[in-house]
């Protein structure tokens, strides 16, 4: 079967890397793609949130199957789009619908989700403009720091942790009444703050069957030791050494579970991968965040232990079969570094030309901010390249994607040398 995946970024190079390796795999397509991606398959010059342009991409190619990365789309709602075209109705979208990808596109609703179907999460209430002043009584009822999150996508940068009552209250005034994070902060959830340590899982769903993927902890500061400014991912590692099998067993029970069996009742049909954010407190897994999508970096970590068939299994969530296909996962253990632009998450360098990828030793090179000009690969993202190592243990998983990372050159270059040490 054809496939097309949807994005630019180490995720879908990661994809890329695992679907071009499976006999059911015919043509591959990766729009927009990168540098890395057009050594699996063929990339299209089309965006993500370009509805026509991706029919057009899908018709001519006859793709049979499309495999969303980000969220943006499908909260814009590109599988809906899929669903009332008559031409393209019968394509398969792995992704879910805009209502399921509100799970990630409003807190506001995704709250609602987690307290309709008992769901452990932070307390929480949402306010908007017009209920600002129960908005302050509620932050100083529940207890230092405080959590704001701007109810809409606002590219991972719409949650504030507040250690002052009258901090919140600024920034609350600033997210409803200046637009602080545009739209998206129009309506604000207020939480309290959970401590412990932060892990994901991820789900695949047909909608009724599932299938649990690897967890993964990502590392989302710059500066070593979690320090400095937050960034779309640093790093990953899997399995997440404190994730035991009693744990998982009650992110399965708590909140797994209820997830798909509230899906299903609300009537909410979802045909994807979800993220669950976690937070582990002292054992006990609560709720931090649904994304109906993979994570970033999370995917280079998690789809190197993935050892079945990827293109299958996604068969399995387009036909309704999930619980007849086999997923394998590697005793390994995998872990990525992210290469960075000299500068991000701030303002950062471009078109700077990487080399030493061919010293590379023992591990994938994920391209994510990168493009080709000629022969030469030249950076072009904040994040541009996700260094996957696998090995026998974490210290050797670690140990080789630093190694490896350090191989590769570009001018600015950064990556963090602690990723994952923390863990050993
Ligand atoms: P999000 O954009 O929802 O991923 O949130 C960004 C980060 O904020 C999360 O990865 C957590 O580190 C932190 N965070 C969000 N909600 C809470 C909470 N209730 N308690 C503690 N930390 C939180
Ligand atoms: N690594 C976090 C995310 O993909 O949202």
């Not at 998982?248 to 299903?264: A, C, D, M, S, W």
């Amino acid at each position: 079967m054809n496939i097309l995946i949807l994005g630019s970024g180490g995720r879908e190079s990661a994809f890329a890397w695992k679907l071009s390796q499976s006999p059911k795999c015919g043509q591959l397509f990766i729009a927009p793609g990168n540098a890395g991606t057009g050594q699996y398959g063929t990339n299209l010059n089309v965006k993500v949130n370009d509805f026509e342009g991706i029919k057009q991409a899908v018709l001519i190619n006859k793709v049979d199957l499309v495999l969303v990365g980000p969220e943006e789309p499908l909260v814009k709602g590109i599988h809906d789009f899929f669903l009332a075209d008559e031409q393209l109705k019968d394509v398969p979208v792995i992704g879910p619908q805009r209502e399921g990808a509100q799970l990630e596109g409003s807190k506001d609703f995704s709250k609602q989700f987690m307290v309709r179907n008992n769901i452990p999460a932070a307390a929480s209430k949402t306010f908007t403009r017009d209920t600002m002043q129960e908005g302050f009584e509620y932050l100083a009822t529940i207890g230092l720091p405080i959590v704001l999150k701007a109810d809409g996508l606002a590219a991972g940068k719409g949650v504030l942790i507040c250690l002052t009552v009258v901090e919140a209250q600024q920034e609350l005034i600033e997210m409803l009444t200046d637009a602080k994070f545009g739209e998206a902060s129009s309506k604000v959830v207020v939480e309290q703050f959970l401590q412990g340590i932060e892990l994901s899982v991820f789900v695949l769903s047909d909608g009724n069957n599932y299938k649990i993927l690897p967890s993964a902890k990502d590392y989302k500061r710059i500066g070593e030791g979690d320090t400095g400014l937050n960034t779309g991912g640093m790093g990953s590692v899997s399995p997440v050494p404190f994730a035991s099998e009693e744990f998982l067993q009650k992110v399965e029970q708590r909140i797994i579970i209820p997830t798909i069996n509230g899906l299903k009742q609300e009537g909410i049909p979802y045909k994807g991968f979800i993220f669950i954010g976690l937070m582990n407190c002292g054992g006990d897994p609560y709720m931090i965040e649904y994304n109906c999508r993979m994570g970033d970096p999370e995917t280079e970590s998690v789809i190197m232990r993935i050892e079945s068939d990827l293109v299958d299994l996604l068969q399995g969530v387009a036909e309704g079969n999930l619980d007849e296909k086999e997923l394998i996962i590697s005793g390994k253990v995998a872990a990525t570094v992210v290469m960075v632009a000299g500068g991000y998450p701030g303002e950062y360098l471009k078109d700077k030309t990487i080399t030493g990828i061919e010293n590379v030793r023992d591990s994938q090179v994920f391209h994510a901010g990168t493009y080709l000009d000629g022969e030469n690969i030249k950076t072009s993202g904040g994040r541009v390249l996700a260094i996957t190592s696998l090995q026998d243990n974490l210290f050797d998983a670690l140990q080789q994607a630093t190694a490896d990372a350090s191989r590769i050159y570009y001018d600015g270059m950064y990556f963090r040398k602690d990723i994952g040490f923390d863990l050993l």
